[in-house]
């Protein structure tokens, strides 16, 4: 059945001006919305680029616009060490400094935190390695790991947590630096992101609950300051901000629970749901369907580090409208180029890589019926090439395609939910991609 548009559905302003958020279609969990900030609506759901150091790596703003990308993730402590919040603010804010006109979203410090303590004292990293369950998928550690700075010195943590905020490390330097909850949200008031985060502690799936519980608690009363510091300040380039709430609690329901309607009950204008998300996918999913009922329906929910294709057909069916993930860039950057199909078979990841022998004959595009300008214009045979020649021009064109295929395929999903689709394209999507990881682990 199609599904129609909520009657007395309406836009709901938001506590900044500038800000408003229309939900316009359901198809049960999942929703379509308008998302208005004051630099242009994202239509969600949405994949959010991440553009760590004011820059998604190898492309420039106009090549992000053409391939589709809506909005960009830039990194609070990344920025604040280099080139520092007082350098942007001086160059008119993160906006104008990286000359991208749409919308940015920043996060608080909380997760780099967590990888400079937690996540080497655990070895837990950035995307497959936070589900420890998980097998398989790519392995990426997290910034400052433990195989970037090398040695038995990488497993000693480099952060200190105190109920005042943290001391920290550089991971460029090794200078001592602070953060607290209310710096954080002068720092991000210095960027000029269009939404922000308030400060949190993010923990690791290895965590005891007892810990998990403790640093609970903690993330509540950063939140509170978080939120007072943000009401008592002022935002900066002549555009408000809004400011996002983090939903917390690890793997357990209570706790998670518990975070939820703490963060509900305060006048945040979005809902962010960071941390431990359990040892495996189903944990994940299985956090999402606890909270999300406790969220408020007229708030944007945006979930922290996801962003493989399964994954993203599991959150929207859940009723997130936004996520950011490195993985399309970072995978871009080796070669991994996005696919839902190679000669006819369905890729199990939805992946394929170019560096592989049997593409260096190969005259077609990446993929056939793709519009990005990779594939419009290169073969298969030339990016094979330019990754084996290790010719830089390899990062820029695979990432244009991967990013392309992510908005494309967000649009695709977007229109599966206003016509009540939804769950047809996603088993489309997913079961022939499960067969075939079967059928591999068996081979």
Known sequence: MVSERDKGQRTVQMNQPGFAFDITHRDGAARVARYQTPHGIIETPAFVAVGTQATVKAVTPDQLRAAGIQVIFANTYHLYLRPGAGVVARLGGLHRFMQWDRPILTDSGGFQVFSLGAGIEHGVGKISNIFPGEAGGLQVEAEGSARRRGGEQAQVPLVTIREEGVTFKSHIDGSLHEFSAEKSIEIQRQLGADMILAFDECTSPLHPKSYEAEALERTHRWARRSLAY???????????????????????????????????????????????????????????????????????????????????????????????????????????????????????????????????????????????????????????????????????LATIHNLQFMADLMREIRAALREGRFSALKAAWLEPAAAARAAATEA
């Open 230 to 396: 943000f009401q008592n300040s002022e935002p900066r380039y002549g555009g408000a901000q809004a400011l996002y709430g983090i939903v917390q609690g690890g793997a357990h329901e209570n706790l998670r629970l518990k975070s939820a309607e703490f963060v509900a009950n305060l006048p945040f204008d979005g809902i962010a749901i960071g941390g431990n998300l359990g040892t495996t996918k189903a944990d994940m999913h299985q956090i999402l369907e606890w909270i999300i009922p406790h969220l408020p329906d007229d708030r944007p929910r945006h979930l922290l580090g996801i962003g493989e294709i399964p994954d993203i057909f599991e959150v929207v069916a859940r009723g997130v409208d936004t996520f950011d993930c490195v993985a399309p860039t970072r995978n871009a950057r080796n070669a991994a180029l996005l696919a839902r199909t190679l000669d006819g078979q369905t890729l199990p990841k939805f992946r394929l890589n170019i560096r592989n022998a049997r593409f260096k004959y190969d005259e077609r595009p990446v993929v056939e019926y793709c519009g990005c300008y990779t594939c419009q214009n290169f073969s298969r045979a030339y990016l094979h090439h330019l990754f084996r020649a290790e010719e830089l021009l390899a990062y820029t």
